[in-house]
T-cell receptor, first 113, second 115 residues
Framework: DQQVKQNSPSLSVQEGRISILNCDYT??????FLWYKKYPAEGPTFLIS?????DKNEDGRFTVFLNKSAKHLSLHIVPSQPGDSAVYFC????????????FGGGTRVLVKP | KAGVTQTPRYLIKTRGQQVTLSCSPI?????VSWYQQTPGQGLQFLFE???????NKGNFPGRFSGRQFSNSRSEMNVSTLELGDSALYLC??????????????FGNGTRLTVT
């Protein structure tokens, strides 16, 4: 039972344009959401997070939106840069679960120059 | 500040053997979590230790075990290896007991191949 889903396995975008990555979850206990970026042969690196009491969080070129009623979140990257080409993972946690993260399957982003 | 260090980076073992992977968290971090990444199942939570106590465990068989030492370093052990255990094993550390406002920091993983 996949509690966190990223339905788009890949995304291709032109440099300078916006990248939009989507993530859906089913567990109502999730109250904190994170996005990680992963390059080959490296561990995931933290990008941005949002708690369930907010609907938007921005950090530079990265913005995460949360729609609790739809159990949906998205990551916007603008403008996209070639160095953003990587696999992006959405993750969710519940406060009662400590540091346990439930990950989506990932979306591979390719930014074309 | 040094990041999360995992050793070894690569490991090849034979079915039936056992293996021990090591993780040194970021200095000052007391929580260490382990994840398994495979092409078919994605990133799956194995277990988490905080101050030497296992706090959470994922849905993995008892062949997967771990421990944490008083200096927060952690090891995970897989006994009676199966071909399906071939994966990238990732360790992550955190300062706090909850990921809330304290995201996990991951190491670069140990790539285990079982033949």
């Amino acid at each position: 039972d996949q509690q966190v889903k990223q339905n788009s396995p890949s995304l291709s975008v032109q440099e300078g344009r916006i990248s939009i990555l989507n993530c859906d979850y089913t567990n109502s206990m999730f109250d904190y959401f994170l996005w990680y970026k992963k390059y080959p042969a490296e561990g995931p690196t933290f990008l941005i997070s949002i708690s369930s009491i907010k609907d938007k969080n921005e950090d530079g070129r990265f913005t995460v939106f949360l729609n609790k009623s739809a159990k949906h979140l998205s990551l916007h990257i603008v403008p996209s840069q070639p160095g953003d080409s990587a696999v992006y993972f959405c993750a969710a946690s519940a406060q009662a679960a400590g540091n346990k993260l439930t990950f989506g399957g990932g979306t591979r982003v390719l930014v074309k120059p | 500040k040094a990041g999360v260090t995992q050793t070894p980076r690569y490991l090849i073992k034979t079915r039936g053997q056992q293996v021990t992977l090591s993780c040194s968290p970021i200095s000052g971090h007391r929580s260490v979590s382990w994840y398994q990444q495979t092409p078919g199942q994605g990133l799956q939570f194995l277990f988490e230790y905080f101050s030497e106590t296992q706090r959470n465990k994922g849905n993995f068989p008892g062949r997967f075990s771990g421990r944490q030492f008083s200096n927060s370093r952690s090891e995970m052990n897989v006994s009676t290896l199966e071909l399906g255990d071939s994966a990238l094993y990732l360790c992550a550390s955190s300062f706090r007991a909850s990921s809330y406002n304290s995201p996990l920091h991951f190491g670069n993983g140990t790539r285990l191949t079982v033949t």
